[in-house]
């Protein structure tokens, strides 16, 4: 281990930081692995048995637990779509608005990129506040065109203000990474497009998206990794109701933490949870390299 | 680009739509938070008719705020300094190869990004190191977390430097520690102001941390400080608002005076992955 010129210098240099991942990341991530396969109640002092892939079946196919699971699953994966594609389709056009020489491009992204700095707990109190059905302004402006609606207590309709939010939130830090991308396209292309007759638009289409493809890779992973393992918003508006709504699986551990059935049961669903992001980024990864060397 | 006049208008209308969907809810917030509790419930919509700071000071002194500013400030201020001193310091044998695992521990933290979060094991360790409620525990945890992202712009800059410089030193028998602290922390300056940025922001927005660690009221941070304030007045509305611009106003003020160092500190971490 020792180097010849420094001696043990860069190994003294390297400890704390080495000690602390150890600790936080890969110790925590073997122990989870190990107790998934347990009946850990929290604590050393009461026996832990070994029981097999009993949580896992537990999580999935049981007809009682599974359901909570199952339906946190599903709406892990309608939060998730819905917020990487329409934040995404918005962060680009806006990108490329926001691109254009117009006067007040940099107070539009000073304001649109806002709400990344502001943090959950502000964001997502202030619309609660503002959704609030008794006195809140949307409701009030929705009482003068003669509907009703209990907004985040409804559970038909509560996740899709969630993803609002969410959106809301986050297509700021998208929109700053497509003008980034959108800065390193070479001008002369645009110039030379416009001598043979090419329109904003077509110049949209066969320049600016084709070029912009890495950094659609970038950020449609970035949000999707997000999406599939967040849960402090949605934690501050609605804390996953009304009647488990806008409950993620995220949230749903984190709710579950103190979990009767037992600890060895959350570190289950921790893992499956896991495995989702796991696998669906690796798909996601795998289809738009793909597509960036298609065109 | 250039573009036609007619279009320029449009595009504006477009984004100033926009801007006033991202700023509206601000707004409202400002505008209730000058409210008379009276007024709020009359004209819940029109705009405050005076300058109303009661609220401030009702929130203020009901909310704690003394308290919980002095633990975010002290969370921050120590976990910025360090996640600072400890991975700018294990970034320059890491980048420089000076080890046979560098290599691998740059990949090894690095795959800290996309580890999932255990929360019954972490909550475990930091019940059993005596962690809960305690200042250096959470300070302790919130460097694990920033570990990654901080590595990863550290050894990304000091890749950066030419090592001529390292050979130099050597040959006039410079110290290795003194090295890394007289010489390449100056140099390192751009790369630490953006860590210190990335992770000033993330612990005091940090939410899930201080539920979950800091659960007595004497050590939460403003963030789970407010959360719980609103459990306790949730009714009161115009206090509420005024309890929410008394968080949010630092962090606004923060944002416009160094803006252009946040947005590209914030995004040149993921452009360069």
Known sequence: ??????????????????????????????????????????????????????????????????????????????????????????????????????RLRNFYRTVIFMPTILGTVVIGMSWRLILNP?????????????????????????????????????????????????????????????????????Q????????????????????????????DLIMVMTSGGPADATTTLGLFIFKNLNSSISQGFVSALSLIHFLIVGVVVFIAYYYLKKKETEL | MEIHRSRKILINMFMGLVS????????????????????????????????????????WDKGDMNLF????????????????????????????????????????????LFLPTSLVPLMYLMRSLGFINTYHGYIIFAISAQIPVSTFIFCGFVKGVPRDLDDAALVDGCPYFSYIFKIMFPIMK??????????????????????????????????????????????DWTVLSAGILIVATPLIVFYLSVQRHIVSGITSGAVKG
């Not at chain 2, 940025?197 to 005091?204: D, H």
């Open chain 1, 1 to 102: 281990m020792k180097n010849v010129k420094y001696g043990y210098s860069p190994i003294i240099a390297i400890f704390p930081a080495v000690v602390i991942f150890f600790v936080f990341y890969v110790l925590i991530s073997i122990a989870n692995i190990a107790l998934s396969f347990t009946d850990f109640k929290g604590t050393f002092m009461q026996e832990v048995n070994f029981v097999g892939f009993h949580n896992y079946r537990l999580a999935l196919f049981s007809p009682v637990i599974s359901r909570g699971v199952l339906n946190a699953i599903r709406i892990t994966f309608i939060f998730s779509i819905s917020v990487t594609l329409i934040q995404n389709f918005f962060a680009t056009i806006l990108a490329v608005l926001c691109n254009f020489k117009i």
């Open chain 1, 134 to 202: 008794y006195s809140g302004p949307v409701n009030y402006v929705y009482n003068l065109f003669g509907y009703d609606s209990a907004i985040l207590g409804d559970k038909n309709v509560a996740l899709y203000y969630v993803i609002f939010v969410m959106i809301w939130a986050n297509f700021g830090y998208a929109m700053v990474l497509y003008l980034s991308g959108l800065q390193s396209i070479p001008k002369e292309l645009y110039e030379s497009s416009e001598v043979e007759g090419a329109g904003n638009i077509a």
């Open chain 1, 204 to 231: 949209f289409y066969y320049i600016t998206l084709p070029l912009l493809r890495p950094i659609v890779t970038i950020n449609i992973l970035i949000s999707i990794i997000g999406t599939l393992r967040s849960f």
């Open chain 2, 20 to 59: 006033s969907v991202m700023l509206f809810p601000i707004l409202i917030i400002v505008n209730i938070s000058l409210k008379t509790r009276r007024e709020f419930i009359q004209f819940p919509l029109s705009i405050a008719n005076q300058i109303n700071i009661e609220n401030f000071a009702q929130a």
């Open chain 2, 69 to 112: 500013y002095k633990n975010s400030f002290i969370y921050t201020i120590f976990t910025v300094i360090g996640i600072i001193v400890i991975t700018a310091v294990a970034s320059y044998p890491i980048s420089r190869k000076h080890l046979k695992i560098s290599g691998f521990l740059y990949k090894l933290f690095l795959s800290g």
């Open chain 2, 190 to 235: 751009p790369a630490i102001v953006t860590v210190a940025m990335l992770s000033a922001i993330g612990v005091w927005n940090d939410f899930i941390g201080p539920l979950l660690f800091l659960v007595d009221r004497s050590k939460r941070p403003l963030t789970t400080g407010l959360y719980s304030f609103f459990g306790q007045f949730f009714n």
